[in-house]
């Protein structure tokens, strides 16, 4: 493996750095943050920078970018606020999968308003009797005419009421069968008749908010199905290493920073006469969450590498989305330790970055279905 990267990646870091570094201040996703404020502004200011058309091919407008550029915009997106990463790599997602399976309608529709920053997405598949057991999912969508009517439920849905967002809902066209087979995703608008979202009061990703959603006689047209009705399960597997490398990479990208803050409060509270970061207990925590941090970020280019190259990595994205969220976690629980009272307190970040963290390490498949996919391909020999 090398990880050197080019000078236009060392560019592209950088002008992403300043960009997050100017709008996104700390105190500033405190306050979206505590306050549920959808960061509407900066994810709109990422358009004329060409964030948006970064991962969209050159034939329809973009600049064509691969995994390891994905990795390094999502840890950088993500230094002050997952939840702006978030925001930002799930329109990012829809690109990759419209790209990949779209129609040329889909393509021709989509990616132009993604590119110019008017058009996100937000992905439905977790139900309230379906979570871990995705492929048990309820929700239908059956064809009646030149439309399909979607009855069902779905829950945790990040940014579904976003502006500007399309809802990718996964959701069974085929009936007779079950599990992984006749499910389809299908694009539906967050403002469809019949659609009802009920904002949950969730400890993390709060800035864009996690809906439940209630679908009544929802009508979409026959053509908003992505790629062949009833492939919908192969489409998600084929897009989940990148998806787990995205999520990895944001987690470390915001881990990098709780850890500095941990740092710098070390180094200036003094009790009994010293430094906190003088104690030798301490120093070997300090010492256990660098090796861990640095191990994370590891994962992550190593995974990205992987991908540019089109190797099989299943295990090594498990490996990468287990290891990176559950490190977020630990090092924002140990600052929390750390900073004492004051960890505890919003006007430091530990609080915050703990409730991201356990957003990470729950959402997109939780650590023990990452532990089941590792553990899995080992005994299987893959
Ligand atoms: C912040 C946040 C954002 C989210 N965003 C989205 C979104 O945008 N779209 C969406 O569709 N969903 C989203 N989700 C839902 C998320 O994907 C599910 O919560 C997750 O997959 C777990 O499902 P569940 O909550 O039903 O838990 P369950 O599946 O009931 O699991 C409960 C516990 O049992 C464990 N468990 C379950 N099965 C096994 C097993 N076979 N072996 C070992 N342990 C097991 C799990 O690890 C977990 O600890 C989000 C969730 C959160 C918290």
Known sequence: MNFDFTDEQKMLRESVRNFIERECKPELMRKFDLERIYPTEILAKMAPLGWYSAFTPVEHGGQGLGPMELAIMSEEVARFSPSIATGYYMAIWGVLNI???GSPAHKDYYLPRVNEG?????FS???PDSGSDAASLRTRAVLEGDEWVINGEKVFSTQAAAPNNTIILCARTDTSSTKHKGISLLFVPHDAKGLTMTRLTTMSRRMLGNYALSFENVRVPRDAVLGEPGQGWSYIVDHLERERMTVAASCVGFAKQTFAEIV??????????????EFQAIQHTIADLKVALDCAEMLVYKVAWMLERGIPCNTEAAECKLFCTETQVKIAFEGMRLLGGYGLTEDFGMARAFREGMGAVTGGGTSNIQRNIIARNILRGN
Request: aromatic fraction near 12%; glycine fraction near 8%.
């Open 99 to 101: 790209a990949k399976h």
């Open 118 to 122: 008017r058009q996100t997405f937000s």
């Open 125 to 127: 598949m977790t139900e």
């Open 264 to 277: 710098d409060y070390l180094r200036q509270r003094k009790q009994f006469g010293k430094a906190l970061g």
